[in-house]
């Protein structure tokens, strides 16, 4: 048996972890022209950007890989407020892709999060666990990404490929 | 299995959380002032009430915040503010 998943794990996204006053925060997202997210464990998304909203003053701005220095660039202001922190964490997590018809089954024997779409919306983002780990879970078309610390990448790997081919 | 309510997150599984234990009486205004018995039992001596306790819980593997509930140490129910059972 196995179920009808696509399991990919996905190169480096540029990652910012953004911490402070929503108001600061939005001011310097708005010369990207990005905007914060209406709704906590939501997502705002422009293009190939997106803001996860992750908790009370904390936010996670991710972008391909490539825009990393478009991203800084755009964020940078100075001098930058004390009150607020962004960190560069391009390199901290790796994000896998759960894809396809029964996405949500694995998704289920991985997390204790409730997926239904009246909990978690289509643009869904929060941190929750996954396999016993702190993992970020975002809502996609087709299924959901996952993602863990990157030093646990190959772990969780092979955790959502034994969850396939059980 | 306890499903806790956070603020921001709303109803999560209790293993996505830390217990931080009870809160505690607050500090006397003035120790100097309190009877040796009364100090020790303030510093070391914990309330271990069968029934509600109002304790904190960290939401470590979620938003990352502290969260404040009244747990029936009985029954495991979650108790709102006026002591009724939320469920
Ligand atoms: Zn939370």
Redesign the pocket.
Known sequence: MSYAVTIRRQDLSALVDMRGEARQIAALLAGLDLALPDAPNTAAEAGDRAVYWL?PEHWLLRAPIAEEDALLAGLHKDPLPPEISLVLVSDAYAFFEISGAEAAEVMAVASPLDLHASVFPAKGSAFTEAFGLKALVVRRGDGFELAVDRSLGDMTEDYLNRVVAF | MLKIT?P??GP?NESEFVHGGPEKPRRPEDPAALSDTDWIDHLTVPDNPMGPVREKWW?LR??G?WVTITRDTVSHDILDEDGHDRR
């Open positions: 908790g | 956070c921001f997150c999560r939401h979620g938003c915040q």
